[in-house]
T-cell receptor
Framework: RKEVEQDPGPFNVPEGATVAFNCTYSNSASQSFFWYRQDCRKEPKLLMSVYSSGNEDGRFTAQLNRASQYISLLIRDSKLSDSATYLCVVNMGGGSNYKLTFGKGTLLTVNP | NAGVTQTPKFRVLKTGQSMTLLCAQDMNHEYMYWYRQDPGMGLRLIHYSVGEGTTAKGEVPDGYNVSRLKKQNFLLGLESAAPSQTSVYFC?????????????FGPGTRLTVL
């Protein structure tokens, strides 16, 4: 299994749609998990951390399933401005920040 | 507060030339990182630094050197550029080494090696 594997995409959805991204990770000892967003030709920016109990930030919901080594990101009521590449990021190093492993990303395009 | 800045934004080199990429942060972060991003691949860590005067190898360090003489600056050097080093280079910084800390990225340097 690849270290961090995401849906290959791309996803094309209409405005207002609900879209879900999935990510699996290989190291069961991984301790922290994130979703980053990267706009075209820009730098990655933290979208949200993923907590064991699941967490929500407005239209965005992140969930973690440690048993299945699976992370998800749900976007409700998609906006044009949500168009970006979404990166699944996992800390593989037992808590040290320099062990972040990035997935290849899933491109989302929200259409009018 | 500029955050993380990178110089230059774009550069074209010929094989064998050398260059230095500069990263600067004004957030008083201890940790700094250099990544490269290639099409179809995730970001990969080249080198990182856990504080002024320290550096360490990441996942893909070959062909690169780094220095952290001042806390706010992290330099990435290519001594003899190769076409395989054509990539987008991102610098990042974080307050500490805790795995939950956010990494803040610079805008990137697009390097082409001919």
């Amino acid at each position: 299994r690849k270290e961090v594997e995401q849906d290959p995409g791309p996803f094309n959805v209409p405005e207002g749609a609900t879209v879900a991204f999935n990510c699996t990770y290989s190291n069961s000892a991984s301790q922290s998990f994130f979703w980053y967003r990267q706009d075209c030709r820009k730098e990655p920016k933290l979208l949200m951390s993923v907590y064991s109990s699941g967490n929500e930030d407005g239209r965005f919901t992140a969930q973690l399933n440690r048993a299945s080594q699976y992370i998800s990101l749900l976007i409700r009521d998609s906006k044009l401005s949500d168009s970006a590449t979404y990166l699944c990021v996992v800390n593989m190093g037992g808590g040290s920040n320099y062990k972040l492993t990035f997935g290849k990303g899933t491109l989302l395009t929200v259409n009018p | 507060n500029a955050g993380v800045t990178q110089t230059p934004k774009f550069r074209v080199l010929k094989t064998g030339q050398s260059m230095t990429l500069l990263c600067a942060q004004d957030m008083n972060h201890e940790y700094m990182y250099w990544y490269r991003q290639d099409p179809g691949m995730g970001l990969r860590l080249i080198h990182y630094s856990v504080g002024e005067g320290t550096t360490a190898k990441g996942e893909v360090p070959d062909g690169y050197n780094v220095s952290r003489l001042k806390k706010q600056n992290f330099l990435l050097g290519l001594e003899s550029a190769a076409p395989s080093q054509t990539s987008v280079y991102f610098c990042a910084s974080s307050y500490s080494s805790r795995g939950t800390d956010t990494q803040y990225f610079g805008p990137g340097t697009r390097l082409t090696v001919l």
